[in-house]
T-cell receptor
Framework: KNQVEQSPQSLIILEGKNCTLQ??????????LRWYKQDTGRGPVSLTI?????NTKSNGRYTATLDADTKQSSLHITASQLSDSASYIC??????????FGAGTILRVKS | DAGVIQSPRHEVTEMGQEVTLRCKPI?????LFWYRQTMMRGLELLIY????????DSGMPEDRFSAKMPNASFSTLKIQPSEPRDSAVYFC?????????????FGSGTRLTVV
């Protein structure tokens, strides 16, 4: 069964600190893996996309990595800001099939 | 571009009433998706359309749910009769293709509360 597991479930960090969110998946083969950011009361917004052959992708202070051998991805946030407080969702796209969503990690950045 | 537009933003209704959620996708996008999000189950795909045609409605929970896309710029999701367990945030998303390759653009969602 295609699954995407994210950890931790929630995380609180101080402004300016770095953090790393994890995504483990069983989907195989897959077309791409995306990280989405969902602010409270808003729809998810795509942060990064990686195909199975890519190892890393950056978008400003956000850097996603992908290890296709271990079926793991991570999202690293550098120098966190209060506006980073949101839910971060890992989404894997199997070939010719529906997207598989993780449950998300809720990040809260405190001042 | 105003993005994907959903209405209403919030809906509170009594059990048994009919609820209609509306979505205007991004112009030029040929795929439209309806998702439901709850704390317990996260994001679940209900149905998706490609070129206005329903392609996969296997996620629609039961016959009380129906969706239409009469043209490329408008879609509705209807629940009749509504039940308290339907309370959730319903998102509409559109994209250039069926897969996530082009990226989805999500609307801001409709928060539905059935009392």
């Amino acid at each position: 069964k295609n699954q995407v597991e994210q950890s931790p479930q929630s995380l609180i960090i101080l402004e300016g600190k770095n953090c790393t969110l994890q995504c483990n998946y069983t989907v195989s083969p897959f077309s791409n893996l995306r990280w989405y950011k969902q602010d409270t009361g808003r729809g998810p917004v795509s942060l990064t996309i990686m195909t199975f052959s890519e190892n890393t992708k950056s978008n400003g202070r956000y850097t996603a990595t992908l290890d296709a051998d271990t079926k793991q991805s991570s999202l690293h946030i550098t120098a966190s800001q209060l506006s980073d407080s949101a839910s971060y969702i890992c989404v894997v796209t199997p070939y010719g099939n529906k997207l598989v969503f993780g449950a998300g990690t809720i990040l809260r950045v405190k001042s | 571009d105003a993005g994907v537009i959903q209405s209403p933003r919030h809906e509170v209704t009594e059990m048994g009433q009919e609820v209609t959620l509306r979505c205007k996708p991004i112009s030029g996008h040929n795929s439209l998706f309806w998702y439901r999000q709850t704390m317990m189950r996260g994001l679940e795909l209900l149905i998706y359309f490609n070129n206005n045609v329903p392609i996969d409605d296997s996620g629609m929970p039961e016959d009380r749910f129906s969706a239409k896309m009469p043209n490329a710029s408008f879609s509705t999701l209807k629940i009749q009769p509504s039940e308290p367990r339907d309370s959730a945030v319903y998102f509409c998303a559109s994209s250039l293709g069926r897969q996530n390759n082009y990226g989805y653009t999500f609307g801001s969602g409709t928060r539905l509360t059935v009392v």
